[in-house]
C-alpha cells in the first residue's frame, strides 16, 4: 500500500459524533463493514490498477469500510454482464466466502443489471466507486446546498436501480455503505415519486444557483478579485487556505473533507484584497451526475479569475492526479483561466530544513510554486504568482465616464492605468486599462467614435 497517511485513519464516523445527544441517546455505531475490492486492469486505463485500488481503499476507510482482501483481472474492458469474467467471477466468491466478507466494492461504475447479477452471484451487498463517493459526500454534507446536491445526486444514481424496496428522503442514517445520507426512510417509494423529487430538488438548485450569481455579481461590483483552489481530494487545498487566510476550515486526512465552498479574504502583496474559495476536491471516475448535480457549487470555480491548483507532490500518482484534475477543469469549461500550481507538502521531501529545496526551487518552472500549507513554506512567493496572473489581466478599454460615475474613474486610477484622460462636457473620456473582471462595469459607457 505503500501511502503511510492511510495508517492516520481513524475509521469512525463521525455522523454517529454529530447523532450523539441530539435525542439524548448514546449511538450505537453500525458494525464495521468489511469489503473485498475489486477492479479490472484495462490497456486504456491512465491509472495502474493496484494504484486505482489503493485509493478506493482509502475511500472505503473514510466510509467506515475495513478492506479485507483484492482481487483483480486484466480485461479489455470490464464484462458487461458481470464486470468480471467467468471463472475470475467464481474466484471472488470463493474468497468473499473465505474471508467472510459482508460487502464487494467495485472500482468503476456498475450497470444496474450488472450489479443485479453480481449480487446474486455473491449473495452480498454490492457497492460500486459512485456509490462510495455519494455515500461519503452524504457524510460530508452539511449545508442545505450541499445536502440538496448529494440527494440530487443520490436519487438520479439510484433511480435507475430501484427495484422492490426504495428507501428515501430523510436523513436517517442507517443501513448499509452506499445507503446512507439525505436519501433515507422506511417510505417505500416508485419511481414517480423519485423522479418527483428530483424535479422539486433541481428547481431548489437553481435558486441557490440564482443566490450564489447574485453574491458573485456583488463581489465582482465591489471589485474583489475572486481565486478558486482547485486540486485533487487530500492535496491541501484547506490547510492552505487556513494557512493564508487564519481560517479554520476542517482539514484532515480523509478523503473529501471538504464538501461545501468556504471563501476567505487574503491580501496580496499589493494590499489588493482578495477572496479565496475552496471547495469540493476532484477524483478519478468522478461520476457526471455528481459534477452535474454541483454545478452549482461549482460554478464557483468556472467565474474565479484566477485557479490555484494544489497538487500533492508527494502522492505516488501526482501526475494522474493532476491530469484527472485538468480534465475535470475542462468539463467544467474553466480549463482556459490564468492558474498557479501550488506543489505541496515539499515539505516532506526534506528532513531538517525549514525552506522547499534549492536545487528543486531552481528547477520549478514558471507558473509553479513549491509550497508547504502546513509550514507555511513558499506563500509569499505564491501570493506573488496570483497577483501577477491577476494584473496581467489587465484589458485596454476607451470609455466616456457620465461626472455622476466618478468612482469609476477611481477604478482606473486605483486598480487599473490610465493611459489618456480628457474632460469633456458629457463626462470624462478615458483610454485605459482596466482588470478584466470590472469590464462589466464599464462595458455601457464604452466610446466609440472618440477623440482620446
Ligand atoms: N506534510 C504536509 N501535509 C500537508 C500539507 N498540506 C496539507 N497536508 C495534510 O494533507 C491532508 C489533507 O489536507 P486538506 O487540507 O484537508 O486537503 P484538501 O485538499 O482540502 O482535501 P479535500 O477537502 O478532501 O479535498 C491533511 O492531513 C493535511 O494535514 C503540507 O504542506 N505538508
Ligand atoms: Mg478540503
Redesign the pocket.
Known amino acids: 500500500m505503500g501511502n503511510s497517511?492511510i495508517r492516520?485513519f481513524d475509521g469512525q464516523p463521525e455522523d454517529n459524533v454529530l447523532r450523539q445527544g441530539r435525542d439524548g441517546s448514546i449511538p450505537t455505531r453500525p458494525p464495521e463493514e468489511r469489503a473485498i475490492l475489486v477492479g479490472v486492469d484495462t490497456p486504456t486505463s491512465p491509472w495502474k490498477v493496484e494504484d486505482s485500488l489503493d485509493e478506493l481503499e482509502q475511500l472505503a476507510m473514510t466510509a467506515n469500510v475495513r478492506t479485507l482482501g483484492r482481487l483483480t483481472q486484466r480485461l479489455d474492458s470490464p464484462h458487461p454482464a458481470t464486470y468480471l469474467g467467468k471463472g475470475k467471477l467464481q474466484e471472488l466468491a470463493d474468497l468473499r466466502v473465505s474471508t467472510g466478507a459482508s460487502v464487494v466494492i467495485f472500482d468503476d461504475e456498475l450497470s444496474p443489471s450488472q450489479e443485479r447479477n453480481l449480487e446474486e452471484k455473491l449473495g452480498v451487498m454490492v457497492v460500486d466507486r459512485t456509490a462510495l463517493i455519494l455515500d461519503i459526500f452524504a457524510r460530508r454534507a452539511r449545508t442545505h446546498e450541499g445536502r440538496l446536491q448529494v440527494e440530487l445526486a443520490q436519487l438520479e444514481y439510484r433511480l435507475p436501480r430501484l427495484t422492490r424496496m426504495w428507501t428515501h428522503l430523510s436523513r436517517q442514517g442507517v443501513g448499509g455503505v452506499g445507503l446512507r445520507g439525505p436519501g433515507e426512510t422506511q417510505l417505500e417509494v416508485d419511481r414517480r415519486q423519485a423522479r418527483g423529487r428530483i424535479t422539486h430538488i433541481k428547481d431548489e438548485i437553481e435558486q441557490v444557483r440564482r443566490q450564489r450569481r447574485t453574491s458573485r455579481e456583488r463581489r465582482r461590483e465591489e471589485g474583489f478579485p475572486v481565486v478558486a483552489l482547485v486540486?485533487y481530494?487530500?492535496?491541501?487545498?484547506?490547510?492552505?487556505l487556513n494557512k493564508l487566510a487564519g481560517a479554520s476550515v476542517l482539514?484532515?486526512?480523509?478523503?473529501?473533507?471538504?464538501l461545501d465552498p468556504t471563501t476567505r479574504q487574503v491580501q496580496l502583496p499589493g494590499g489588493t484584497i482578495s477572496l479565496w474559495t475552496?471547495t469540493?476536491?476532484f477524483i478519478q471516475k468522478l461520476p457526471t451526475g455528481l459534477v452535474a448535480a454541483f454545478r452549482a457549487t461549482l460554478e464557483e470555480i468556472a467565474e474565479a479569475d484566477v485557479l490555484v491548483h494544489?497538487v500533492?507532490i508527494t502522492h505516488t500518482n501526482a501526475e494522474e492526479q493532476a491530469a484527472t484534475v485538468a480534465e475535470t477543469l475542462e468539463s467544467l469549461e474553466a480549463a482556459d483561466k490564468p492558474t498557479v500550481v501550488a506543489l505541496?507538502?515539499?515539505?516532506?521531501l526534506v528532513t531538517g530544513a525549514d525552506s522547499p529545496p534549492a536545487d528543486l526551487e531552481a528547477q520549478t518552472p514558471e507558473g509553479y510554486v513549491l509550497?508547504?500549507?502546513?509550514?507555511g513554506w513558499g506563500l509569499d512567493k505564491l501570493l506573488e504568482c496570483v497577483q501577477d496572473l491577476l494584473e496581467g489581466e489587465l484589458r485596454e478599454v476607451r470609455v466616456l465616464l457620465p461626472y455622476a460615475q466618478s468612482s469609476l474613474v477611481d477604478l482606473f486610477h486605483q486598480r487599473g492605468q490610465v493611459l489618456e484622460e480628457e474632460y469633456c462636457e458629457d463626462g470624462t473620456r478615458i483610454r485605459g486599462l482596466v482588470p478584466q473582471r470590472f469590464y462589466p462595469l464599464i462595458q455601457k459607457y464604452a466610446d466609440r467614435g472618440t477623440t482620446v
Open positions: 497517511f492516520d486540486g481530494t487530500n492535496a491541501g487545498k484547506s490547510t492552505l482539514a484532515e486526512n480523509k478523503l473529501f473533507a471538504t475552496d469540493v476536491g494544489v500533492d505541496n507538502k515539499v515539505d516532506q509550497v508547504s500549507a502546513e509550514r
